[in-house]
């Protein structure tokens, strides 16, 4: 099993975080998006999207990170990171796909690119952006499991709402924005940084991360 990803991108933290939960071996296989490889003849050959993780895996190559886990997660059945109970599954996916449609769109790197080059917008006004985009999908979030009633995880172990959740934590930082009123969030968030799958899946521990050349 081989994936191509970069290690800042949180489609390809996400298949990091949920290869790690499954107990999975794989090779990492960097993919430089600022240099535009993603793009180039060779990559959309096998993925016409030109958009990373790609997974090599199962004589396939796989694309489109939320198809992906849900993939792993059929094909390598021990340590689910779906519930078994029906309505338990729905949740996870009603919120993690809260994260996957609602931000990665307006936030991924081709759009922040855009709106630089196209529309002369200054970082600043870019960051802007961010997290007004971050704040209309986590707030609302924070509500939900308030209502939940979460404790360190949605469940009772980090499943596939933690593996989407994460990544846009992360990047969520990088672009400065206030958790101080979202205290589920930042719990989760505390609660699997603590575990060693996520350590090893954290952009700080790709070995593409220039701190690590």
Not at 94 to 120: D, F, Q, R
Not at 135 to 157: I, K, N, V
Request: one cysteine or more; aromatic letters at 12%; a negative charge.
């Amino acid at each position: 099993m081989r994936l191509h990803g970069y290690y800042r991108s949180s489609t390809s933290y996400r298949l990091r975080i949920a290869l790690e939960l499954k107990g999975l071996d794989y090779e990492y296989v960097p993919v430089n998006l600022l240099e535009s490889e993603q793009k180039g003849a060779a990559f959309t050959s096998r993925n016409p999207f030109g958009s990373v993780p790609l997974l090599e895996a199962g004589g396939m190559d796989r694309v489109q990170s939320m198809a992906q886990i849900e993939w792993l997660d059929e094909a390598y059945t021990d340590r689910p990171l779906l519930p078994t109970d029906l309505d338990d599954r729905y949740v996870a996916r009603e919120l993690a796909y809260a994260i996957a449609t609602e931000l990665h769109a307006p936030l991924n790197l081709p759009v922040l690119k855009y709106l630089s080059n196209e529309y002369g917008k200054s970082q600043e006004e870019i960051g802007v952006w961010y997290r007004h985009w971050l704040a209309r999908t986590l707030d609302p979030l924070e509500q939900r499991l308030a209502q939940l009633g979460t404790g360190d995880f949605l469940f009772d172990s980090p499943g596939f709402f933690e593996v989407c959740l994460l990544p846009q934590v992360y990047n969520a930082r990088r672009f400065e924005f206030d958790f101080s009123d979202k205290p589920h969030i930042e719990r989760i968030e505390r609660a699997c940084l603590a575990l060693p799958e996520f350590q090893r899946a954290h952009p700080d521990a790709q070995p593409d991360n220039p701190d690590n050349s």
